[in-house]
Nanobody, 119 residues
């Protein structure tokens, strides 16, 4: 069992940056690949970024590639999403998730954190 708690969301102007963090509890955190999903109003939830259990392989959606970096610390049981050059279309609730690579069908979800980018 893994519990996930996101933090770091908020309101930022276009062009700004935010750093989302996900704190995990549970002994098996390092066994799972981790993903960040987002869901905007009226849209389906989409996978934004993912990272393997070791951190050796990462995935980024085309919509965020070059602006977002995912990383993890298996000692601190955290996964981080650094978002730069934010755009209004990045506005969404962001969710941390854990599962098997490539994290398309997560086993565990966080509660989500709101990111709002103003133009």
């Amino acid at each position: 069992q893994v519990q996930l708690v996101e933090s770091g969301g908020g309101l930022v102007q276009a062009g700004g940056s935010l750093r989302l963090s996900c704190a995990a509890s549970g002994r098996s955190f390092s066994s799972y690949a981790m993903g960040w999903f987002r869901q905007a109003p009226g849209k389906e939830r989409e996978l934004v970024a993912a990272i393997t259990w070791s951190g050796a392989i990462t995935y980024y959606a085309d919509s965020v590639k070059g602006r977002v970096t995912v990383s993890r610390d298996n000692v601190k049981n955290t996964v981080t999403l650094q978002m730069n050059s934010l755009k209004p279309e990045d506005t969404a609730v962001y969710y941390c998730a854990a599962g098997m690579w490539p994290v398309r069908l997560p086993l565990y979800w966080g509660q989500g954190t709101q990111v709002t980018v103003s133009s």
